[in-house]
């Protein structure tokens, strides 16, 4: 891995903070699946990336769906590979996602904020290859969390418990380049386990709508986390619902 903070993903420190959402994982597969049938998704075979511990795949499985999972993390994927044993998961990275998958999906997800992590050109590329293992009467969710809300009501340090540790995240937005900077300490009995420094591209909405046109979808509609609500400006997160043009 080139970049230095990517080995966050391979810390159990991280592992923890995927577990404590693991039963989110539910509500998004539930939803999921009431999208495919609301947009008449004739096949069952879905790629989800980055798939981190495979929350989310694990309950798409018990509802029926065939999985395939790639993520950068040889630590999320063992642990992806050991929740969904149905499953087909890869290492593998998403901005060379084609030369990881050969085949095309009906449903591909990219949820959780996962992109931002690298550089805008990046993410175009990331879009790229969703579309290129996207099938042309499939569908792609991608969910952020949107920027214009995050600016207002992120506060400056966050506190989180995170079993067994405490999390504390100081936070600095730079608005000439839409990154959140994290540093982010870990705390166990008092003491300070590790910290680590991050950021990340944040979008709006408009932003992440021109980019994934560019990258060769149509927007089919945009909701407000794992809900049917239509996104407003003010919703934390956003979840958009995108075919291949
Ligand atoms: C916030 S987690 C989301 C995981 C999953 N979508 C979920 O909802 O649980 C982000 C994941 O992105 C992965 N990741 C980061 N860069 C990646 C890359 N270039 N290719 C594939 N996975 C990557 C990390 O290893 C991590 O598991």
Redesign the pocket.
Known sequence: MEEYW?KI?ESDL?ISE?LK?WEE?EK?AKWINEVTKKYNVKGNKVL??????G??SYYLNKLGYNITG????EK?INKAKENVKQGIFIR????KLSEVVKEKFDIV??????LG??EEEDDLK?LRELREVTSQDGIVIVNLENRDFMIYNKPEILHSFVPPFLIIDQNRFDPYTSRLYVIRTYIKDGKEIEKIEFSQRYYSLHEIVNLMKKAGFKILDVFSGYSWKNFEINDPQMTIIAKPN
């Open positions: 990517l993903f991280y995927m959402i994982g998004w989800d990336v980055p798939c981190g511990i929350r989310v790639v993520d950068i993390s999320m593998g990275d998403m901005r997800i990219n949820i959780f904020n996962s992590y690298y990331i």
